[in-house]
């Protein structure tokens, strides 16, 4: 027969498995605090390592004397191991707001052109200015990879770096930022 603490240690260890499955099943939700926390990292860390120009506006004949405010924008990538890319994009017009846009294209987006899994807008406060659009998923876990580096275990999801595209820079009244040169692959090989 078995003994009262075999039982008990077989008990313990299907309640953990039992735990483990329900937390795989039903994922924890984040509060809207925790989304803020992620999207503001994820703009940082376009800012810090994407490609970045700035677009001059044009000055609308109300504004007087008042400058025009320059929109400036920033793009990051990854190749995706089934294809594609994992797009971070960051628009931020001073004093109004921030926009933080997380899409991918190819793989399963091939036919849509892309599929949007993040959209956050922040006031000048840094509060969210709308409502936050998301869709769990492991590009969620992929981009953690990459903030938090000793949590590697969402490194298959992402092949490598991807260049930001030339045609989004090549605009009239577009000035390319000088920081981003080879900051994103050497923000790859420090999650390697």
Not at 43 to 52: E, K, N, S, Y
Request: proline share 5%.
């Amino acid at each position: 027969m078995f003994s009262a603490v075999e039982l008990s240690r077989i008990f313990a260890e299907w309640r953990l498995r039992l735990q483990r499955a329900f937390n795989i099943l039903n994922p924890p939700q984040w509060s809207r605090e925790e989304w803020k926390r992620f999207s503001k990292a994820l703009a940082v860390l376009a800012r810090q390592h994407g490609a970045g120009w700035t677009v001059e506006a044009e000055q609308p004949p109300e504004a007087g004397d008042q400058a025009p405010l320059a929109k400036s924008y920033w793009d990051l990538r990854w190749e995706l191991q089934g294809g594609g890319h994992l797009i971070c994009q960051v628009e931020h017009v001073p004093s109004e707001r921030t926009t933080l846009v997380v899409a991918q294209t190819g793989g399963f987006a091939t036919e849509l052109g892309s599929y949007t899994w993040l959209w956050a807008e922040f006031d000048a406060e840094g509060e969210f200015s709308r409502d936050l659009y998301w869709v769990d998923g492991s590009w969620k876990e992929a981009l953690i990879t990459l903030l938090f580096p000793y949590q590697s275990h969402m490194g298959f999801y992402l092949s490598g770096p991807a260049e930001s595209p030339k045609q989004l820079m090549a605009n009239d009244g577009v000035a390319p930022s000088a920081s981003a040169s080879d900051s994103a692959s050497r923000l790859l090989k420090q999650v390697a």
